[in-house]
């Protein structure tokens, strides 16, 4: 099975999926009987790209064609001519129209522009096609398109606690489809890949001009489709035509009809500005088309905080005023270590740390009570993007299509949702994405056609930048950053109060480059039509991330009863500070191989059946800083890691940590049946087997590669009267003698 999976690895080119769709029905005469030799021809009614099939002896006909709008014309001798206008062919549909042609009286034409039946009987699959018509006239917030895919029966968008909690990380996330994770959909931008491959979801959000059609296909998906358990949802980019179309557009929102957040003492700002261009048409009549779009986003909207901080007396070390929060009544302030309360409350002033003093400035005055404070700080985004489109026609047998799109972000978040809740510790985040693909189109004969693409796609995303690069020394600390891009304050976690300082993970630098292609062979032949193709892509991950680069405080009710009080004691209960060399690089292969068949047993009836093969490696880093844990078993390769971590090199742990899986066998079987041969009803049920491809804990979705981390220690300090604390190494404060423990983690 390896010998035979490698030689498919070797012949493949990348991987995608077709953009096609199909026409197929058969031609009759005023008494139901097949007309044979009639000619069935398609014309795109915006490029004029026409081709023409003859019906078969079954009277039959099956055209494979680019997913547009077209005219179809059938004659036969001593028929009639028949027209049929404007035939929308879909992303994958196979439409079935059967024609019926009259008998000829001088030249007659008949021409027929009732709507096509939009019932697919033909497939089992279920999904839903959304027009640019549609996109664009429907409301939508942002103008995402993809919340359009929530009118969809078994697509609900993320949880609001998993979308905050997220961030920017889950924001190409759109939707979970049939309780699948959010993470396990595929999104394709013509055919070839669009997914985010280290946090999940789409990386391109495509504007709605320049979009012709998008579609979700949740479940029971031809063997064509892989790669997810979830949905795949494919766009489709618009080309020009023989006729110039375009739009200027701006959309403006703005906090003037806005009401006030019941938290916020004034409404909060929000200025937002949506506008772009864009443009197509021909180059060559009939030949050679283009089609252009740019789009920029402006928004600046304002957050209400609310948090808990230090009164101003506490600051000093006074807690007179604090409280039971169950009885209201006053509290003493104990030190645990003495067991007695401090005199009236108030921590001596030899005993309060010098760094902690320094710190407390961090913590905003109180303006909503004693101890609250109400804040509005404004998130900014900015975002261009924009896209060219050529399609040049060789012939009715050749068609060629390349696109390129581009998109930059520069985004600043005043309350990063993995750092401190109060204002100070700002951080930046920039997202650059491109796009490109190239795709040929060929016609074998009457029968066959081959569609072979080859792309590039780079997501480039760096997060979570400390705009507060003030350096930890600097402060009073007696140490500097891991991490020269982290810089900036530790992060502090003061129990029961607000936290401070720079997020505890960050900065996080992400560039993934796919390499990907695919070609498909289609072919009819009787009631059969057949579909085969070979699909690969190489990933390629390299990133930087910074983990607590600046060090972690943990701060407790001990040694004193209030977590403040032992903050300004200088006495954490938990230190951490990671190192080490942060860079990753990984690497992946994905490979994919299908073939399946949509037999039509009968006019009513048809029946779809297809395997699908695939192979998707764990991530392995290049240098091999990854690691597993076995109990009890000591590393060879580093024999002085502590027992239970192994690296790649030990017996038994490959190089991806995971083995790869070369059983990912998938079939696919499907019936369709329409009961009343109207085409106006359809009874559809499926089976398939699909598989995620994420196969280890590193490269996938909001998975860093933290396994690649050294091992832990962790040492249990135990001192009299003169400890040294890792803030400076002096003695935060001197009380009766006793042990002082904490404990001190080092990565």
């Known amino acids: 099975m390896r010998v035979f999976s490698l030689a498919l690895l070797l012949c493949a080119i990348s991987s995608a999926q077709d953009t096609t769709a199909t026409i197929e029905g058969r031609v009759l005469d005023p008494s139901g009987r097949v007309i044979t030799g009639a000619v069935v021809r398609a014309t795109n009614t915006s490029t004029g790209y026409t081709r023409s099939q003859i019906t078969s002896s079954s009277g039959g006909y099956h055209l494979s064609l680019p997913a547009a709008a077209y005219d179809i014309l059938v004659e036969a001798p001593e028929f009639a001519r028949l027209t049929q206008k404007d035939v929308q062919l879909n992303v994958s549909q196979t439409a079935r129209i059967d024609f019926s042609l009259t008998i000829v009286r001088d030249k007659e034409v008949v021409a027929v522009t009732g709507d096509v039946p939009t019932v697919q009987t033909s497939s089992n699959e279920i999904g839903n096609v959304v027009t640019g018509r549609e996109l664009i006239d429907l409301p939508l917030n942002g103008r995402n398109f993809t919340q359009l895919g929530l009118l969809q029966p078994g697509v609900a968008p993320l949880t609001a606690g998993l979308a905050a909690a997220g961030g920017s990380l889950r924001a190409g996330q759109a939707y979970s489809v049939d309780g699948q994770r959010p993470e396990s959909n595929n999104y394709l931008l013509d055919g070839v890949t669009n997914v985010n491959r280290v946090d999940g979801g789409y990386a391109l959000r495509t504007p709605v001009d320049a979009i012709q059609e998008f579609r979700i296909l949740t479940e029971t998906a031809p063997a064509e489709y892989g790669g997810t358990s979830g949905a795949t949802t494919t766009v489709v980019t618009r080309s020009g035509g023989n006729a110039f179309h375009g739009a200027l557009y701006e959309f403006l929102r703005n906090d003037a009809l806005d009401a006030r957040n019941f938290f916020a003492s004034t409404v909060e700002p929000l200025k937002q500005n949506q506008f772009g261009a864009a443009l197509g048409g021909p180059l060559r009549k009939n030949r050679d088309f283009f089609f252009g779009y740019y789009e920029g986003f402006r928004n600046v909207q304002g957050v209400t905080q609310s948090a808990t901080v230090p009164s101003d007396a506490e600051r000093a070390g006074d807690f007179s005023g604090l409280t039971d929060p169950q009885t209201g009544q006053s509290a003493p302030l104990i030190n645990y270590f003495s067991g007695q309360p401090f005199p009236d409350n108030r921590i001596p002033a030899a005993a309060l740390s010098a760094t902690a003093l320094s710190l407390a400035q961090f913590y905003p005055h109180a303006n909503a009570g004693p101890n609250r404070f109400i804040t509005t700080q404004n998130q900014r985004n900015q975002t261009d993007q924009g896209g060219l489109r050529f399609d040049h026609i060789f012939s009715e047998k050749d068609q060629l299509s390349a696109r390129y799109a581009r998109s930059a972000?520069?985004?600043?978040?005043?309350?990063?949702?993995?750092?401190?809740?109060?204002?100070?510790?700002?951080?930046?985040?920039?997202?650059?994405?491109?796009?490109?693909?190239?795709?040929?189109?060929?016609?074998?004969?009457?029968?066959?056609?081959?569609?072979?693409?080859?792309?590039?796609?780079?997501?480039?995303?760096?997060?979570?930048?400390?705009?507060?690069?003030?350096?930890?020394?600097?402060?009073?600390f007696n140490y500097d950053s891991t991490l020269s891009a982290a810089q900036g304050p530790p992060f502090l976690i003061v129990s029961g109060y607000a936290s401070v300082g720079d997020p505890i993970t960050g900065p996080r630098n992400t560039a993934q480059n796919t390499w990907e292609g695919a070609d498909s062979w289609s072919y009819n032949v009787g009631r059969h039509s057949l579909k085969t193709g070979v699909e690969f892509r190489r990933n390629q991950i390299n990133m930087t991330e910074g983990i607590a680069s600046n060090g972690f405080f943990v701060f407790a009710p001990f040694p004193a009863s209030d977590s403040f009080a032992s903050f300004l004691l200088g006495f954490p209960v938990v230190f951490f500070q990671g190192g080490g060399d942060m860079n990753r690089g990984l690497r992946n292969v994905d490979f994919g191989a299908y073939a399946q068949d949509e037999w039509r047993v009968t006019p009513r009836l048809t029946l779809n059946y297809g395997l699908r093969y695939e192979v998707s490696t764990p991530f392995v880093d290049i240098r091999d800083r990854m690691n597993s844990w076995s109990p009890g078993q000591q590393s060879t390769v580093f024999p002085n890691a502590p027992k239970g971590l192994l690296f790649p090199g030990d017996a038994g742990v490959p190089r991806g940590i995971a083995p790869v899986y070369w059983k990912a066998l998938m079939p696919r079987i499907g019936v369709a049946w329409d009961p009343t041969g109207s085409g106006r009803t359809s009874v559809r049920a499926a089976y398939g087997i699909f598989y995620d491809s994420f196969t280890n804990g590193v490269g996938g979705p909001l998975q860093a590669p933290l396994s690649a981390l050294p091992w832990t220690q962790a040492r249990q300090l135990s001192a009299p009267i003169n400890f040294t604390d890792p803030w400076n190494g002096q003695n935060p404060f001197s009380l009766n003698s006793f042990p002082q423990p904490t404990t001190v983690l080092t990565v």
């Open 409 to 476: 972000s520069a985004n600043t978040d005043p309350l990063s949702v993995a750092g401190a809740n109060v204002p100070g510790f700002p951080v930046g985040e920039d997202l650059g994405t491109h796009s490109a693909v190239l795709s040929e189109t060929h016609v074998f004969g009457a029968a066959a056609v081959n569609v072979a693409r080859f792309a590039f796609f780079r997501n480039a995303f760096d997060t979570d930048k400390p705009l507060n690069r003030t350096s930890p020394r600097s402060l009073g």
